[in-house]
């Protein structure tokens, strides 16, 4: 025991040296850090971490479970307007399981020490960021279609990638949200594909929501990396493990097949397919639309965050009564 | 606008199939157990997860620093003759 605990403590001083010698500016914790990263260790809530990497976590996280909440509201829109009861039941379980992506990333959000109702505070006063996609409209019901496939789609090839990021609980998060958004994915494109097989103008309503949600889905994966200030830092520590413009692609290379194989026509000039490189070549996103959206001047901003606070406050009555009922049971 | 009243958290674990250990799933939100457990079935239950659920209160689990995981841990270290690959037995033998 005794010699164990001696070499322990010698192996240690010697790679703190070989750490203090090799690096100036990092600290040699951090230093240590980063390389058991390297080595493909995954970080767990109570381990050491730098203060940015647990920033730049959170950050991530809270967007990301933003996103899944607000997201419930443009397919709310189409709830009470399904064309079928069977439509109408596979909907609401779909939101149900948007606001359980929610709940899942803001508990493993709060592994990194910040409250939930911090996080909602800060999301119902229009600090926060969430996905710009949800600041569009669902004008019809084949938007619901294509939110499922085409929004659903993208962010499934994000999170599986992030199912493999270095900090366990948001890992552990993102792979039980892969496994539901399979079941979106789907069924998004099953409405469509219905709707491809159905009258003129029926067509007509399944590629308009094609030519409108197409350039916002490929939006979702943000600015090409080259103006993404966290990417580095992001990529480093595996928070990220491929960039915006990696995984843009990978979407896009999947999902035109799609498109073909039910008669949609995806809305871009320039798409290629590119025998060279073995992937689809593509026109220019409008970076500035996205900027107007993202700063709030979408089409919706003003409206998810009303409903959003709506929702809210109209669910006070139920926050107060069951903390009453807790109360009571406690005093009896 | 204020969330105000922020509820425990509780943690959940999840008991896939009758005769599997219970594992730790994620946490709720809850103002006591029994919603503690309702909300763990609506959260973590939605496709079959499960036949059973624990919920204990969050600030009811002692756990381990990873900091000291070296002395911590330093009793089953030292000890590799726990291991049944530690011993060197005959060769061609095919029942130990």
């Avoid at chain 2, 799933?25 to 157990?33: M, Q």
Wanted: glycine share 6%; aromatic share 10%; hydrophobic share 40%.
């Amino acid at each position: 025991m005794l010699v164990s605990l001696i070499l322990a403590k010698l192996i240690s001083h010697l790679g703190f040296m070989d750490v203090k010698v090799k690096t100036d500016d990092l600290s040699a914790k951090e230093t240590a850090f980063n390389n058991s990263i390297k080595d493909g260790k995954v970080i767990e809530p109570k381990d050491w971490m730098p203060e940015k990497y647990r920033k730049q976590l959170l950050r991530m996280m809270s967007q990301h479970a933003h996103s899944e909440v607000v997201g419930m509201l443009p397919e709310g829109n189409w709830i009470t307007r399904a064309p079928s009861l069977a439509r109408k039941a596979i909907l609401i379980a779909k939101v149900q399981d948007e606001a359980g992506h929610g709940l899942y990333i803001y508990s493993a959000a709060e592994t990194l020490g910040m409250d939930r109702s911090e996080m909602v505070d800060q999301l119902l006063s229009g600090k926060a960021k969430y996905s710009s996609i949800f600041n569009y409209p669902t004008l019809t019901w084949a938007d619901i279609g294509a939110i499922g496939w085409l929004v659903d789609g993208a962010a499934i090839v994000n999170q599986t990638v992030l199912a493999k990021c270095s900090y366990g609980p948001y890992s552990r998060a993102m792979l039980r949200i892969c496994r539901e958004e399979n079941f979106h994915n789907k069924q998004g494109y099953q409405i469509l594909a219905f709707l491809m097989r159905g009258t003129k103008e029926q067509k007509e309503m399944a590629q308009d929501a094609m030519n409108r949600w197409w350039w916002p889905s490929l939006m979702m994966f943000g600015p090409s990396d080259k103006d993404s200030p966290n990417s580095a830092d992001l990529l480093k520590w595996k928070v990220k493990l491929y960039t915006n413009d990696d995984l843009r692609q990978r979407f896009i290379d999947r999902t035109v097949e799609q498109a073909e194989a039910i008669g949609l026509k995806v809305p871009d000039d320039k798409l290629k397919w590119n025998e060279e490189s073995r992937h689809y070549d593509f026109g220019e996103i409008n970076w500035e639309e996205f900027f107007q959206v993202i700063n709030g001047n979408g089409p919706c901003n003003k409206l998810r965050l009303k409903q959003r606070n709506d929702a809210h406050s109209n669910g006070q009555w139920v926050r107060e009564a069951a903390k009453a009922y807790s109360e009571k049971r406690k005093a009896n | 606008m204020n969330s105000n009243h922020q509820w425990p958290t509780w943690e959940v674990f999840t008991q896939k199939k009758q005769g599997a250990a219970h594992e730790h799933a994620g946490s709720v939100h809850a103002p006591d157990a029994e919603m503690a457990l309702l909300n763990a079935r609506d959260v973590y239950g939605r496709r079959q997860e499960g036949v059973n659920i624990w919920v204990v209160p969050t600030n009811a689990i002692i756990a381990s620093t990873p900091e000291d995981v070296g002395a911590f841990f330093d009793p089953a270290n030292d000890k590799m003759y726990r291991s049944p690959n530690f011993f060197k037995t005959a060769d061609g033998l095919k029942t130990i």
